[in-house]
């Protein structure tokens, strides 16, 4: 490495795998609220954590931002937040009818204001209003760009203490105008 030259990878460089990390951001606090790191991003890994959101205090009214992944207008997550909220009516069919009948439709029975579980979801290629996005950005800066993890393990404990850090040092509340009493920002990589 000297001045005026690009920076190098060793060429023996190995990879030691990968991780996936779902986390919410509170807005009102700037903390993250939730975060689960695993092997995977599925369907049942996102139904999961936002299970673990709306839990945490099920009165509340709750507007989750995300993105447009299909995981976050599965037919799981319709199913759960409708027995969440209580709806009695018809579902429908995946890929048949009703409410389950598509992606579409799926997404605007979740985003029903009229529930005090509703997700919004950015338009396509504007993930960037969503907030999580920016601390994501914050945590690739500060642990993932040019890191040394000699295990998943490592990895792992690093994203954690990083984000323990980030609670305590660094998370300031987003001036948003809602009236939810709990808005979360969602996202998957």
């Not at 951001?25 to 609220?33: Q, S, V």
Request: hydrophobic share 30%; aromatic share 10%.
């Amino acid at each position: 490495m000297a001045e005026g030259y690009v920076e190098k990878v060793e060429s023996e460089y190995q990879r030691n795998g990968t991780q996936c990390l779902i986390a919410s951001k509170d807005i009102k606090t700037g903390k993250i609220a939730e975060y689960s790191i695993g092997q995977t991003r599925t369907e049942s890994d996102y139904l999961i954590h936002i299970q673990n959101i709306v839990n945490t205090n099920p009165k509340e009214n709750t507007v989750i931002f995300c993105d447009q992944l299909n995981t976050h207008k599965s037919e799981s997550l319709v199913n759960w937040i409708a027995e969440t909220i209580g709806y009695t009516g018809d579902l429908g069919i995946k890929g048949k009818n009703g409410i389950l009948e598509s992606q579409e439709t799926r997404q605007l029975f979740l985003e029903d204001k009229s529930h005090n579980v509703r997700f919004f979801y950015t338009p396509k290629h504007c993930s960037w209003i969503n907030q999580i996005e920016n601390w994501f950005g914050i945590l690739q800066k500060k642990v993932i760009k040019r890191g040394n993890f000699p295990s998943l393990q490592d990895l792992k404990q690093k994203i954690i203490d990083f984000i323990i850090y980030y609670n305590k040092c660094m998370a300031k509340p987003c001036r948003w105008k809602s009236k939810c009493e709990k808005i979360i920002m969602s996202l998957r990589v």
